[in-house]
């Protein structure tokens, strides 16, 4: 029922080839998928003949989904509103690695890795406890105790150049104070900008009226959130359109 929403709404257009190819049913099933959809949802598409497809009924209002954005329209193909998306080479990492933190991780041990710091010219290996992954927007981390540097650190995954050994720990998520501690975090629109710049900003955000929007985060994820927004001393304000202030912690 979703999937024949997100048709409807981002493609203007319904077959049932959509859903032959989506989940890889017969024509008889996606026609009765069809109608008991018109069923539960009268007025909202009609067939039609000329065309030999569904159509959504200027009333349509859909039921199953709530379109937030257009990463989901660029993945609906073919689509007669051309979208053209920014090409970012993708970070990634390996599935031996990832399958050796994950298992360590279940396992609650110690795992040897080879990583390339940023801070040191050649990789090198250290023994890191593994507790959980992390996504700053851009790219995955694991959050790790660091036996070399003595602390809870995040470590790109795609950094990790190879894994050896594993040995028991004694190290847990309960002793990472910074991903144990919970932030709240303001975010609004830059001061500096006009009355004008703010509202919009805050329409495109989607804040209330009072232009700020509370997020609650690990500690931990602070940095990069302060980073991508607090960073940068520039002298235009529209090229910082947003700042983040912190409001309290909690454990």
């Known amino acids: 029922m979703e999937h024949i ?44 003949k000329s065309r030999k497809r569904y159509l959504p009924n200027s009333g349509f209002i859909p039921l199953f989904m709530n ?92 950094r990790v150049i190879a894994t050896r050994s594993t040995k028991p720990t004694d190290m847990s998520a309960e002793q990472d104070v910074d991903w144990q501690t919970f932030v709240t975090v303001i975010v609004k629109p830059n001061p500096d900008l006009s009355a004008e710049q703010r509202l919009a900003i805050a329409n495109e955000y989607n804040m209330p009226d009072n232009q700020e929007i509370q997020l609650r985060l690990r500690r931990s994820m602070l940095f990069y959130l302060e980073t991508q927004y607090n960073s940068k001393q520039v002298s235009m304000p529209a090229a910082h359109q947003l700042i983040v202030s912190v409001r309290k912690l909690e454990s």
């Open 67 to 158: 379109p937030r954005g257009l990463d989901e329209f660029v993945n609906m193909v073919p689509s007669q509103v051309p979208v053209e998306a920014w090409p970012l080479p993708k970070r990634q990492a390996t599935s031996e690695t990832l399958f050796a933190i994950v298992k360590a991780i279940q396992k609650r041990e110690a795992l040897e890795v080879c990583y390339q710091s940023m801070t040191d010219p050649n990789s090198s290996w250290r023994w890191l406890s593994p507790h959980a992954f992390a996504s700053d927007g851009e790219r995955w981390h694991v959050r790790a105790y660091c036996h070399k540097r003595d602390e809870f650190r995040d470590f790109v995954l795609g």
């Open 5 to 48: 929403e997100r048709c409807l709404f981002w493609k203007g257009e319904l077959q049932r080839a959509d859903l032959v190819d989506q989940f890889g049913v017969n024509p008889t099933q996606a026609a009765t998928d069809f109608s008991t959809y018109m069923a539960i949802a009268p007025g909202n598409m009609s067939y039609n």
